[in-house]
C-alpha cells in the first residue's frame, strides 16, 4: 500500500445504525476511495457523542439490531482491508442498541466483593459474544477512570468506583472475558476522567493534580492495564495543565501526555484512540479541516475516532507525518485487526443473542451487589407492621405494578399507593392516605441516572419523602445511581437504606427476596456519599 493508503486506515468515521439509504452509501464511497481502517456505530445521529445534548429527539427502532447486523456486512464487503468494526457497549449493545441484552452499569459492578469478581470477568465475556453476533470487533470499553468526584457529570455511574485497586482489577477482569471470545477492549479515558466536574462533550474538563499525583491515583489502573498488555488506550479530552507547562491543552491534542507520559514513561506500545474527535472539548478549536485530524496523530494517537473530515485529514498527515511515524501506527493496528482474527475473515457474527444467559447473570451480579446501608432489623420491623395492619408500600416515580411490589405481595398484605404521575394534591392526598400507617416500604425508582436537575427527582417525590422520614418509620429500597441518595432530604432519619443499583427485573426481584428471607447484603457502597 501507498503511505496515503496506509493513513486511511488510521480513520475510524461515526457510522448510525438508523441512518439514510444516502447516508450510507455515501459511507460505503468514503470506505471504497479513503481505505478506511475501521468504523464507529451509534444508534442514530440525535443520540451520537456530542450531539445527544442538542435534545434532538432518538426515534427508537426495534429492528436496529438486524439492520446493525445488515449494515456491517455492507461496510465489510466495500474494505480491501477488513474493517474494525467499533462501539461502545459500555453495559452491553443495548447502550446503543434496543431489543438487545443489557447489563449494569459499572457501578453496580464496584459494589461486588472481591471474592465476585469472577461475574465481572463473566459479564465481559458475554458482552464480547454480543458484539460479535452483530459482526463488532471491537468494544471501547471498560473504563479505568476513578470516580473521586461525586459532582462529575459524565463518569460517575460508569466507573467502578473510588478505589484504584478495584477499578483496576474489575476493568482487567471485564478486558479479559472480551479477550476470550476474541473482542478488543480499550481502558478510558487517560490519563483519568474521574476528578472532574465538567462533561468533555460539551467542554474541556481540567485535571488539576501533578504527575506525582496522577501516578498515585488516576493512573494507576491504566499502568495495570499496560503491564497486562491492553488491547488500546482511549485519549480523554481533558487538560492536565501541570504535563503541558500550564496551558490547558486537551490530552488528546498534547506530546507531553501521550508521546512523554504514556509512551516514554509509562512504556506503552499498543493502540492509542482518541475520543470522539466531534466533541465540542477539541472540535471547535481549528477552522482548516483536517488540522484537527493531523493535531491528534501528531500528538500520538493511532485511531481518530469520529473523525469527521477523512479526506482533508488524510492529505493533512500525508503532508506533514514522517513515514516513520505513520509506518508505526500502520502496524499498531495491524497487530489489532490479526489478534480480532478479521484479516482473512471479514465477518465473525458465528453466535446469536442468549438473553436466557443474560438474564442468569444479572440475577447473580443484583444478588452478589445489593447493599444494605442501614439496618435496624428491616425484615423484623416489616413484618411486625403487616401483622398489625400498619405497614404500606409506597412507590415512588413507578407506579404500584411493579416487580418489587409484585414480588412482595404474595407475603405482604398491605395496601400499595405511588407518586408517578404528579398531580397539585399529590403530597397532601399521600399523607392523608398514609396517615393510618406507622411504618412505610418506600421503593424509589430514580428516573435518571446523570445527576443533572437532582437525577431528575420530582420535588414533590422529594416533598413526600421529607415529610415521611420525618413522621414515620421508613424503610427505603433505592433503585438507581448511589449519589442520588445524597439528593434525599432527613435520609438519616431513614429506619433501614438498602440500595439496590438497576431497576431490571433481576434485581427489583431479588431485593424482594432479601426483604422476604432477609437474607446477608454482600455488596458495599464503591462510593463515599456524604452524609450516608
Given at each position: 500500500m501507498t503511505l496515503e493508503q496506509k493513513i486511511g486506515q488510521f480513520f475510524f468515521p461515526a457510522v448510525f445504525i438508523n441512518d439514510t439509504e444516502e447516508n450510507i452509501q455515501a459511507m460505503e464511497q468514503l470506505i471504497r476511495d479513503y481505505n478506511i481502517g475501521g468504523l464507529t456505530f451509534f444508534h442514530s445521529r440525535a443520540s451520537a457523542a456530542a450531539n445527544y445534548e442538542t435534545k434532538k429527539n432518538v426515534i427508537f427502532n426495534d429492528n436496529s439490531y438486524h439492520q446493525l447486523k445488515d449494515l456491517i456486512v455492507r461496510y465489510q464487503n466495500c474494505a480491501s482491508i477488513p474493517l474494525l468494526m467499533s462501539i461502545d457497549a459500555?453495559?452491553?449493545?443495548?447502550?446503543?442498541?434496543?431489543?438487545?441484552?443489557?447489563?449494569p452499569y459499572a457501578v453496580t459492578l464496584g459494589a461486588l466483593p472481591d471474592s465476585e469478581s469472577h461475574l465481572v470477568y463473566e459479564l465481559g465475556r458475554q458482552i464480547g459474544l454480543d458484539?460479535?453476533?452483530?459482526?463488532?470487533?471491537?468494544?471501547?470499553?471498560?473504563?479505568?477512570?476513578?470516580?473521586?468526584?461525586?459532582?462529575?457529570?459524565?463518569?460517575?455511574?460508569?466507573?467502578?468506583?473510588?478505589?484504584?485497586?478495584?477499578?483496576?482489577?474489575?476493568?482487567?477482569?471485564?478486558?479479559?472475558?472480551?479477550?476470550?471470545?476474541?473482542?478488543?477492549?480499550?481502558?478510558?479515558?487517560?490519563?483519568?476522567?474521574?476528578?472532574?466536574?465538567?462533561?468533555?462533550?460539551l467542554g474541556l474538563p481540567v485535571l488539576e493534580e501533578n504527575l506525582e499525583q496522577l501516578l498515585e491515583n488516576e493512573l494507576y489502573p491504566f499502568i495495570k492495564g499496560i503491564e497486562n498488555n491492553v488491547d488500546s488506550i482511549m485519549i480523554g479530552?481533558?487538560?492536565?495543565?501541570?504535563?503541558?507547562?500550564?496551558?490547558?491543552?486537551?490530552?488528546?491534542?498534547?506530546k507531553s501526555v501521550i508521546e512523554d507520559l504514556l509512551r516514554k514513561r509509562l512504556g506503552y506500545d499498543g493502540l492509542v484512540i482518541s475520543?470522539?474527535?466531534?466533541?465540542?472539548?477539541?472540535s471547535q478549536l481549528f477552522d482548516k479541516k483536517g488540522e484537527l485530524e493531523w493535531e491528534a496523530f501528531n500528538a500520538g494517537n493511532d485511531v481518530l475516532c469520529f473523525a469527521e473530515n477523512v479526506r482533508e485529514g488524510i492529505q493533512e498527515i500525508l503532508k506533514?507525518?514522517?513515514p516513520l511515524r505513520i509506518e508505526a501506527s500502520y502496524s499498531r493496528l495491524m497487530k489489532c485487526k490479526k489478534k480480532a482474527n478479521i484479516l482473512d475473515n471479514h465477518q465473525t457474527n458465528q453466535v446469536d443473542l442468549d438473553f436466557e444467559m443474560?438474564?442468569?447473570?444479572?440475577?447473580?451480579?443484583?444478588?452478589?451487589?445489593?447493599?444494605?446501608?442501614?439496618?435496624?432489623?428491616?425484615?423484623?420491623?416489616?413484618?411486625?407492621?403487616?401483622?398489625?395492619?400498619?405497614?404500606?408500600?409506597?412507590?415512588?416515580?413507578?407506579s404500584i405494578d411493579n416487580p418489587f411490589f409484585n414480588s412482595l405481595t404474595a407475603a405482604l398484605e398491605a395496601p400499595l399507593f405511588s407518586v408517578d404521575i404528579i398531580a397539585k394534591q399529590t403530597v397532601t392526598s399521600i399523607e392523608q392516605n398514609l396517615?393510618?400507617?406507622?411504618?412505610?416500604?418506600?421503593?424509589?425508582?430514580?428516573?435518571?441516572?446523570?445527576?443533572?436537575?437532582?437525577f431528575e427527582l420530582m420535588p414533590e417525590v422529594l416533598e413526600v419523602l421529607d415529610c415521611l422520614l420525618q413522621a414515620k418509620k421508613c424503610v427505603l429500597y433505592v433503585f438507581g445511581n448511589p449519589y442520588a441518595l445524597q439528593a434525599l432530604p432527613n435520609l438519616k432519619l431513614a429506619a433501614g437504606i438498602v440500595q439496590v443499583y438497576q431497576d431490571f427485573i433481576e434485581f427489583q426481584e431479588n431485593a424482594a427476596a432479601q426483604?422476604?428471607?432477609?437474607?446477608?447484603?454482600e455488596g458495599s457502597l464503591p462510593v463515599h456519599l456524604n452524609g450516608i
Open positions: 459500555e453495559w452491553g449493545l443495548a447502550m446503543r442498541v434496543e431489543k438487545t441484552p443489557q447489563y458484539l460479535k453476533s452483530a459482526g463488532i470487533n471491537y468494544n471501547l470499553a471498560p473504563l479505568a477512570d476513578i470516580n473521586n468526584n461525586p459532582n462529575n457529570p459524565v463518569i460517575g455511574y460508569r466507573s467502578f468506583g473510588e478505589n484504584k485497586e478495584k477499578v483496576a482489577r474489575f476493568a482487567l477482569e471485564y478486558l479479559r472475558g472480551m479477550s476470550d471470545v476474541g473482542v478488543l477492549g480499550c481502558l478510558k479515558h487517560f490519563p483519568g476522567h474521574g476528578n472532574t466536574n465538567v462533561d468533555s462533550h479530552h481533558l487538560a492536565v495543565p501541570a504535563l503541558n507547562e500550564g496551558k490547558d491543552t486537551s490530552a488528546t491534542l498534547s475520543d470522539a474527535l466531534n466533541m465540542h472539548s477539541v506533514n507525518a514522517s443474560t438474564s442468569l447473570l444479572n440475577m447473580k451480579l443484583a444478588q452478589s451487589s445489593i447493599t444494605m446501608i442501614k439496618d435496624t432489623g428491616n425484615s423484623a420491623m416489616i413484618f411486625e407492621s403487616c401483622n398489625k395492619g400498619k405497614l404500606a408500600l409506597l412507590s415512588l416515580h413507578k396517615s393510618l400507617f406507622d411504618t412505610v416500604l418506600i421503593a424509589l425508582y430514580v428516573p435518571k441516572v446523570k445527576p443533572t436537575n437532582n426483604l422476604l428471607n432477609n437474607t446477608l447484603c
